[in-house]
């Protein structure tokens, strides 16, 4: 009988877990005694919390050298963008090298949704067994030799290994402000500060580093005018 895999999420990590699980079955020939569920509570595999961002101002943090998804080929993505936008596409920064830009974080998606999509075509041409399932697993439990898996509309899989692959997690401090209408506890998806803030008031930013920034840029690029104050204990 088949051993089955759960990968839960498909964002970056749960990409490059499929890409990686995809080579070692398909250079050992395990293709009968493998296969693979893939479960993604969103319509689209590839994007993410991170990379599924809209606005053209989130930038990816790295340079497109270091964000290949193969193992091996840490340029990939570099070649993609290169063989895709010119230079001076708005989705594009930097001054260097294609190799030392900087990419809106949505591209960076677009790369993970077509590299989802390369391997499972193969998947499917070579006979590996893969199963994508758009919902969400909200539990798991262990049964003897096999992971049960539940998902939202109550259905149950299961699995003799299952990777967690489900990203970043809301945080959960300053519960007691969650009261206040003008209270945003997480920045991304954009959407809420675009519809909540008007364009002329005086926001506070609680932290100044990479979450603030995307907060700014996403304020900046929908017509907001109004003051920006920063709250940081390191300045
Ligand atoms: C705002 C932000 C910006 C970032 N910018 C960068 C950057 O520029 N460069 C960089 O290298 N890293 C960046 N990171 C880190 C980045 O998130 C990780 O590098 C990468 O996205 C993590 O991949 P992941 O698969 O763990 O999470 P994600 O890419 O978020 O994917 C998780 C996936 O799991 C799905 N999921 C979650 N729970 C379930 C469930 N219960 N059932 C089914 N599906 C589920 C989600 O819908 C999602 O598609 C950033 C992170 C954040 C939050």
Same mark, same amino acid.
């Given at each position: *009988?088949?051993?089955?895999?759960?990968?839960?999420?498909?964002?970056?990590?749960?990409?490059?877990?499929?890409?990686?699980?995809?080579?070692?079955?398909?250079?050992?020939? #395990?293709?009968?005694?493998?296969?693979?569920?893939?479960?993604?509570?969103?319509?689209?595999?590839? =994007?993410?919390?991170?990379?599924?961002?809209?606005?053209?101002?989130?930038? #990816?943090?790295?340079?497109?050298? #270091? *964000?290949?998804?193969?193992?091996?080929?840490?340029?990939?993505?570099?070649?993609?963008?290169? /063989?895709?936008?010119?230079?001076?596409? /708005?989705?594009?920064?930097?001054?260097?090298?294609?190799?030392?830009?900087?990419?809106?974080?949505?591209?960076?998606? /677009? =790369?993970?949704?077509?590299?989802?999509?390369? =391997?499972?075509? *193969?998947?499917?041409?070579?006979?590996?067994?893969?199963?994508?399932?758009?919902?969400?697993?909200?539990?798991?439990?262990?049964?003897?030799?096999? =992971?049960?898996?539940? /998902?939202?509309?109550?259905?149950?899989?299961?699995?003799?290994?299952?990777?967690?692959?489900?990203?970043? %997690?809301?945080p959960?401090n300053f519960l007691s402000f969650r009261q206040y209408e003008a209270y945003i506890p997480? %920045?991304?998806?954009?959407? %809420? #500060?675009?519809?909540?803030?008007?364009?002329?008031?005086? $926001?506070g930013?609680l932290?100044?580093?990479?979450?603030? $920034?995307?907060?700014? *840029?996403?304020?900046?690029?929908?017509?907001?005018?109004?003051?920006?104050?920063?709250?940081? %204990?390191?300045?």
């Amino acid at each position: *009988m088949k051993q089955t895999i759960a990968i839960v999420g498909g964002g970056a990590c749960g990409v490059a877990s499929f890409i990686e699980l995809f080579i070692k079955i398909h250079q050992f020939g #395990l293709q009968d005694s493998i296969r693979i569920d893939w479960f993604e509570k969103e319509k689209t595999l590839g =994007y993410g919390l991170a990379f599924g961002s809209e606005e053209k101002g989130h930038l #990816l943090n790295t340079p497109t050298d #270091l *964000m290949g998804v193969y193992a091996k080929e840490p340029a990939h993505f570099t070649d993609w963008v290169a /063989d895709r936008k010119t230079r001076d596409s /708005d989705l594009v920064h930097g001054e260097g090298e294609w190799n030392d830009t900087y990419t809106a974080r949505f591209l960076y998606g /677009d =790369y993970l949704a077509e590299q989802a999509d390369r =391997y499972l075509a *193969m998947a499917n041409r070579t006979g590996i067994s893969v199963c994508v399932k758009n919902t969400e697993v909200v539990d798991l439990d262990q049964d003897k030799d096999q =992971y049960v898996l539940h /998902d939202s509309a109550g259905g149950v899989h299961t699995a003799n290994f299952v990777v967690l692959a489900l990203g970043t %997690p809301k945080p959960q401090n300053f519960l007691s402000f969650r009261q206040y209408e003008a209270y945003i506890p997480f %920045p991304w998806p954009s959407r %809420p #500060l675009i519809e909540k803030i008007s364009t002329s008031e005086h $926001i506070g930013v609680l932290g100044s580093s990479l979450s603030a $920034i995307d907060t700014i *840029m996403t304020l900046e690029d929908n017509g907001y005018t109004g003051k920006i104050s920063l709250f940081s %204990p390191d300045g």
